[in-house]
């Protein structure tokens, strides 16, 4: 079986030779492409593209390998070929490496490497393999490559150097990678990743355009946003004894809408370097069609409410959203997303209803009492929810955390309801607020691959 490999390092290809010996293993240098992504996939998949461009119709496969040191915050990581610049210099990264972790106690580290798959059809699959151990505090032995001298694999006392090449491919991260790519190439037929464990198959071309914007526009999490103004506008029947408009009431739950689609791309926008797994940075989606999408989201929400001749009062209010949102982008204080989450329940409070009489002034304290709690609820998730890109575990946490905040909405509806029996106007309000919860379960349910916190 022929194996186009995109790598120019010498080391590699005798190992994956010795690793796959069935195979006919043909070396080809991706010159010229810069190893730009923030994580090992990135950097696998743009090596294999650059040449399954020139071999459509056969397998390619591209490695990206490194080190990830725990006491450095999973440093060399990417950047382990030139960890102490450019060129790549093998005795000066080694140096550098020990340096760093002069005086460190805790020297765990693991070899990590990401296999990118281009197969005959051009489907793209990635897997992956690890090696867990620690870093010595010399180096020693003289085989392999790169940080060998300096790496101890968990269970031995000698450093890969040491080891022969057969024992180092048994346990390393390369050989475990290797092993699911000779079961997917195996006997040359289609690739079938169910005979593999952990095999990601890549979306983001062709196709599967549609879900890179689905998952910009986070769009599992947009039936939490609703809720807000619905129960901004509750407040009025309730509390000043006021109808509500549902022509006005769809309105402010549209620009709402758009107003938060705003600041998610906003979000990707100044995140485009630096967001692990979002499609920007994915090469899904140019950053020149996200700033579009931005602008047209906002000109989206200012068009619904010119449309609906939004009170006065919404205008201060939303022009205060946009810039907590632009703020929370640019400095990740979680306070300022709770701040956002406040003020849309606000724009709720003084849209709803454009008849400002006497009786407006007592909605003021249930409406600062709603605040608060939104603003406490979303602030603490957002503390919460940070680091949880590295922390699968958490990042399920958080996803349910953020669907809580359709429940809080709900039981706030529900309260007012049960406090308010007269008012016939809380019926629409909260059969919106349950389709906003059947619309979330099902879009859970229907697009687990969109799903972000
Ligand atoms: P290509 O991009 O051309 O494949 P490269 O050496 O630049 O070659 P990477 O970007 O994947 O490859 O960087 C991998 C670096 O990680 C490599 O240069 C070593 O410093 C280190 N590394 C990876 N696997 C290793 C191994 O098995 N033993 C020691 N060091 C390794």
């Known amino acids: 079986m022929k194996l186009f490999v995109a790598t120019h390092n010498q080391h590699k290809i005798r190992e994956i030779s010795q690793i796959l010996p069935g195979f006919e293993i043909v070396p080809d240098d991706p010159e010229g492409v810069e190893e730009n992504a923030p994580d090992f996939v990135g950097n696998a998949l743009i090596k294999v593209r650059a040449i399954a461009e020139k071999h459509k119709g056969e397998w390619c496969m591209a490695d990206d390998s490194g080190l990830e040191v725990k006491a450095l915050g999973g440093a060399p990581g990417v950047h382990s070929a030139r960890y102490a610049g450019e060129p790549c210099n093998t005795p000066a990264n080694n140096a550098l490496l020990l340096k760093n972790l002069e005086g460190v106690k805790d020297r765990a580290a693991r070899f990590t490497c990401c296999c990118a798959l281009v197969d005959p059809s051009g489907e793209e699959l990635v897997v992956h393999g690890h090696c867990p151990g620690h870093i010595a505090e010399k180096a020693a032995g003289v085989e392999g490559f790169g940080y060998d001298p300096l790496f101890i694999p968990n269970g031995y006392d000698k450093s890969f150097a040491e080891l022969s090449a057969d024992e180092k491919n048994a346990i390393s991260h390369r050989g475990r990678a290797l092993e699911k790519v000779k079961a997917i190439v195996g006997d040359g037929s289609v690739a079938d990743g169910s005979r593999v464990e952990h095999v990601e198959r890549v979306e983001g071309k062709g196709g599967s355009r549609v879900l890179a914007w689905l998952k910009l526009f986070r769009v599992v999490n947009l039936p939490t946003v609703p809720g807000d103004v619905l129960v901004g506008a ?24 758009f107003l938060y689609l705003f600041g998610l791309v906003d979000n990707d926008i100044v995140g485009a370097k630096t967001d692990k797994g979002r499609p920007i940075p994915g090469g899904e989606i ?64 003084v849209a709803a209803n454009t008849v400002y009489s006497m009786d407006a002034a007592l909605l003021l304290e249930p409406a600062a009492v709603a605040c608060v709690i939104w603003l406490a609820y979303i602030w603490a998730v957002t503390w919460y929810s940070k680091g949880e890109e590295d922390d699968p575990e958490k990042k399920r946490r958080v996803g349910a955390l953020v669907g809580g905040i359709v429940y809080l909405q709900l039981t706030a509806l529900l309260v007012l309801s049960l406090m308010f029996p007269q008012v016939a106007a809380m019926r629409p309000l909260l059969i919106a607020g349950a389709v906003m919860l059947i619309l979330l379960r099902l879009f859970k349910t229907l697009l687990p691959k969109v799903s972000a916190s």
């Open 234 to 257: 509750a407040l009025w029947p309730c509390f000043a004894g006021l109808g509500l408009s549902v022509s006005r009431t769809a309105a402010l739950v549209g620009a709402s809408v």
């Open 286 to 349: 140019s950053i020149g069609a996200a700033r579009l999408a931005r602008f047209l989201c906002l000109a989206a929400a200012i068009g619904v409410a010119l449309g609906f001749g939004m009170p006065g009062l919404w205008w201060p209010m939303s022009f205060l959203l946009l810039v907590s949102v632009a703020l929370y982008n640019r400095t990740k204080w979680s306070f300022l997303m709770g701040v956002c989450r406040a003020l849309n329940l606000g724009c709720g409070v």
